[in-house]
């Protein structure tokens, strides 16, 4: 079937530190990929996507590699500000079905 | 750009109540509306996905009865909550996917459904 596995359910970092939260799926055929970001409040917002395998995306300093081989979606960024508090998910699209399937997300908390 | 508007933003209803909530997408057309409802432990369940021109089609553990929807046009799309108890609160997001970017869903900032 189709799943997204995001093994951190928090992170913790102070600012200027390097973001990493993993991320794995697991499907069929060549799927698009997401992160998406939702701030207290609000609804999830789209922060990057890819649509080919072992092509990258990038927002907002942030980054994720689309690795086929590894079944590995990974969201990096260099420099985090508190501003980026916020929950983050990765994300699995299939065109076929019109569906999308989200990780259980990671809690980012950035202290100044 | 893709905008998604949600409202109400927060409601309160007495338990055996229903209450309707509505979802527009501006600035594209939404040819499919998937509404969710996200438990406070932050996970997603998709409730329905309703495709212009196709059936609803609903999850398991929800049904028309239960949670109607309407999406007369490419714009906007409908869901009510019918008979609500506590069971039934949560988050309630639309995701309006893009004609033009198909694979892309655009979330509005969800109707919050708290049930006494």
């Known amino acids: 079937g189709n799943s997204v596995t995001q093994m951190q359910g928090q992170v913790t970092l102070s600012e200027e530190e390097f973001l990493f939260i993993n991320c794995t799926y697991s499907?069929?055929?060549?799927?698009?990929l997401f992160w998406y970001v939702q701030y207290p409040g609000e609804g999830p917002q789209l922060l990057l996507k890819v649509t080919t395998a072992n092509n990258k995306g990038s927002s907002r300093g942030f980054e994720a590699t689309y690795d086929k081989g590894t079944t590995s979606f990974h969201l990096q960024k260099a420099s985090v500000q508190e501003s980026d508090s916020a929950v983050y998910y990765c994300?699995?699209?299939?065109?076929?079905?019109?569906?999308?399937?989200f990780g259980d997300g990671t809690q980012l908390v950035v202290k100044p | 750009g893709a905008l998604v508007y949600q409202y109400p933003r927060r409601t309160i209803c007495k338990s055996g109540t229903s209450m309707r909530m509505e979802c527009q997408a501006v600035?594209?057309?939404?040819?499919?509306v998937a509404w969710y409802r996200q438990s406070p432990q932050k996970t997603f369940e998709l409730i329905a996905l309703s495709t212009v021109n196709s059936a609803i089609k609903y999850e398991q553990n929800f049904t028309q009865e239960k949670f109607p929807i309407s999406h007369p046009n490419l714009s906007f799309s409908s869901m009510t909550v019918l008979n609500a108890y506590l069971e039934d609160r949560g988050l309630y997001l639309c995701g309006a996917r893009d004609w033009g970017v198909q694979d892309t869903q655009y979330f509005g900032p969800g109707t919050r459904l708290l049930v006494l």
């Open positions: 499907t069929t055929g060549y799927p698009t």
């Open positions: 994300v699995l699209g299939r065109n076929s079905n019109n569906r999308i399937f």
């Open positions: 600035g594209f057309q939404a040819t499919s």
